[in-house]
């Protein structure tokens, strides 16, 4: 079966779109020759991945994993994370959420502010705005390092509300209850006081455009957890009404994508650019973002040590779901249904399928429409760092 690539999706909470139409002809050939004259890192190993952002964060002027430390360390978190000791010894997910703060092993966090940050320094000042009166440091403005700062705790904000728990279903071996809720109280504040001081930071950028794409990202964030892909308990579910492989990319675009995208977007309209640098932005953001998620949701079937994060939502499930007959997918997930155990028979199941080979070629074309979206900026270090951070994600054995 041949994988068509999807086009942009429409629905109600994004309004404006990309339009492909313009990097169609790009796809193959300008991509390709975007590649050549750039030194493109090894083969999507770890290693290379931190090789290319650690380049990169040489490039902005400092590593940014430290983007979101002034507002991490402030009193406010400061009181918090000593309250948080009173979760030690419990099963509470903010625990973990709190240990990836700085560097969640994968460098998705700063991963994040450094492609906003790169792109902008990639698109450069604007030489006909009268944008000058900020002085640029490290070839980004310092509105557009804010912005980069922004999103990092927006999504770290996001990430601290995803571990609130449902009681109802706590377990002896998670924990007291009364721990667990204290839990979920420190979850609910902390991420609220997150988003307040990043509300607050927006204000201060004093560029209205900016907060209303901003806040609508915040906002496709929130739908994201109103589609019925998750259980009461957090846990991944496929709804009766599922469409397969195109409700990833609509799930995948509201949870990640659309932060990335518009924030992209919004700092070529900081610096005054033209509306095609602020498309082919957006463009590089959404698909950067399904780079991200099919890269991860692919490494569970090739790679042993990661089988325990194996998602029933991921896109070579979703893509078996559009594969097979009903009754076929019925037993995947009868066999999900039998937990951990039952693994390396759903892994199994889809690796004979041959959905794998469909993922990577997926994968692979969605890099080559976000590395031909950067085709309207000019040759520099930051463009090659962008299109090495690409490659090294989006390359899987």
Known sequence: MKIKLQGPLTFASSHQYCNYSALKKHTNSSASSQCRGYRILGLGSQKSVSKAVSDAEKIVGYPTSFLSLRCLLSDEMSNI????????GTKHPLLKTARGMVFDGNHNLQMKGLFVMLISKAAGPNPKDSFGEEEMVSGVYPSQR???EIMEVIHTANL?????VNLESVLPEHGPVADMEFGNKMAVLSGDYLLASACTGLAK???PK???EVASSIADMMIAEFTNFTDLDGNAKIPEECKGFS????QTYLSFGSLLAKSCRSAMRLAGHSEQFKAMAFAFGENVSYVQQLSKDIKPFIEYDELSSLNLTSAPILLYKDMVSAKEFEKLEHLWQGGPSNYHKIVTLVLESGVISHCKELLTQYREKAVASLECYSDSEAKSALINMVTAVSTVR
């Open 81 to 88: 994370a000593l309250h948080m000791r009173k979760l030690v």
């Open 146 to 148: 804010s912005l980069a």
């Open 160 to 164: 601290i509300h995803k571990g609130v």
């Open 205 to 207: 950028l004093g560029h």
């Open 210 to 212: 900016v907060v209303e």
């Open 247 to 250: 409700d990833w990319l609509k």
